[in-house]
């Protein structure tokens, strides 16, 4: 069964840096394309970033890019965001999610972690 | 555009059919995926690809493309089938886009 299990979220000012991580499991981490997307509080979902299966090749979405970096650890299974420069438009629940047929198509999802950016 | 418009609600009557579209210029060259969200909990991808359903997904829905609208229907709408819907496909550069959902409502 895959399982996409995101931590790092919680609260932090506007101006800081926080680091989101999403183990796997019931996969082959280190075959497939992985992505973040966000979803704000009612809002709706917004792609973040993807990254292929060794770490190669990544893309951003416009509103992150140069703020947020997107890096995997296929020796630990796990998936990173590293998000600097936080503002509070920022302020979303994050998905980790799997990328098949070639990364194009997002199938997994994990529950997610709330990043909060406030004062 | 590099968007991708989706209309924001729609109703239908327990057991009758409903087609929610996605517009946008990505989708005359890639397919859209199609994800339902309930209230409170992650999205699970129902249509991918010219017109492929996960497993477990029912096959009172399906997919369909026309030239830059993708489509996904919902044959026989359940009281389950309530919920937010949205669309995804790539674009030229590699990024990805989200329509705005379609919340989907059945009297």
């Known amino acids: 069964e895959v399982q996409l299990v995101e931590s790092g979220g919680g609260l932090v000012q506007p101006g800081g840096s926080l680091r989101l991580s999403c183990a796997a499991s019931?996969?082959?981490?280190?075959?497939?394309?992985m992505h973040w997307v966000r979803q704000a509080p009612g809002k709706g979902l917004v792609w973040v970033s993807r990254?292929?299966?060794?770490?190669?090749?990544?893309r951003y979405a416009d509103s992150v890019k140069g703020r947020f970096t997107i890096s995997r650890d296929n020796a630990k299974n796990t998936l990173y965001l590293q998000m600097n420069s936080l503002r509070a438009e920022d302020t979303a629940v994050y998905y980790c999610?799997?990328?098949?047929?070639?990364?194009?198509?997002?199938?997994?999802w994990g529950q997610g972690t709330l990043v909060t950016v406030s004062a | 555009s590099s968007d991708l418009t989706q209309d924001p609600a729609v109703s239908v009557a327990l057991g009758q059919t409903v087609r929610i579209t996605c517009q946008g210029d990505s989708l005359r060259m890639y397919y859209a995926s199609w994800y339902q969200q309930k209230a409170g909990q992650a999205p699970v991808l129902v249509i991918y690809g010219k017109n492929n359903r996960p497993s477990g997904i029912p096959d009172r829905l399906s997919g369909s493309t026309s030239g830059n609208t993708a489509s996904l229907t919902i044959t026989g709408a359940q009281a389950e089938d309530e919920a937010d819907y949205y669309c995804?496909?790539?674009?030229?550069?590699?990024?990805?886009?989200f329509g705005a959902g379609t919340k989907v409502t059945v009297l």
């Open positions: 019931g996969f082959t981490f280190s075959s497939d394309w």
């Open positions: 995804n496909s790539r674009d030229s550069s590699g990024n990805h886009l």
């Open positions: 990254i292929n299966s060794d770490g190669s090749y990544t």
């Open positions: 999610t799997r990328g098949i047929v070639g990364g194009d198509v997002i199938d997994y």
